[in-house]
C-alpha cells in the first residue's frame, strides 16, 4: 500500500488548508485511514481517523475546526483544516490501516506534508 499526501503549506493564522492523500495497492482492504502531525521537536500525535463506514474521531485539539473525510471509490483521505493556529504548524502523515486496527500506529503511511501557519 502507498500513500501520497498533498496539500501542505503557508498559511497565515486563522486561515484554511486542505490536505489529501491517496492510497493505492490496498483496495476495498484499505478500512481505516487517518491523519497524523509533528511539529519540530515534538513526538508524532494523532489527529483524526475515519473508518470506510462510520463516525470519524478527532484529538480534542483539532475538535471543532478540522474535517476529515474520505472518498472510498477513489481510497482517497482529506482533511480539511480551518481557522488554523500557529501550533497547528506540523508535518502532516497520513496513514491507513486494514479492518482490525483499533490503536496506536497504523500499519501504512505515507510522506509527510508540512503545514506552516504564520502568526
Known amino acids: 500500500v502507498q500513500l501520497q499526501a498533498s496539500g501542505g503549506g503557508l498559511v497565515q493564522s486563522g486561515g484554511s488548508l486542505r490536505l489529501s492523500c491517496a492510497a493505492s495497492?490496498?483496495?476495498?482492504?484499505?478500512?481505516?485511514m487517518g491523519w497524523y502531525r509533528q511539529a519540530a521537536g515534538m513526538q508524532r500525535e494523532w489527529v483524526a481517523t475515519i473508518p470506510r463506514f462510520g463516525t470519524p474521531t478527532y484529538a480534542d485539539s483539532v475538535k471543532g475546526r478540522f474535517t476529515v473525510s474520505r472518498d472510498n471509490a477513489k481510497n482517497t483521505v482529506y482533511l480539511q483544516m480551518n481557522s488554523l493556529k500557529p501550533e497547528d504548524a506540523a508535518v502532516y502523515y497520513c496513514?491507513?490501516?486494514?479492518?482490525?486496527?483499533?490503536?496506536?500506529?497504523?500499519?501504512?503511511w505515507g510522506k509527510g506534508t508540512l503545514v506552516t501557519v504564520s502568526s
Open positions: 496513514a491507513a490501516d486494514r479492518l482490525g486496527w483499533s490503536t496506536g500506529d497504523m500499519s501504512y
Open positions: 495497492g490496498g483496495g476495498l482492504s484499505i478500512y481505516f
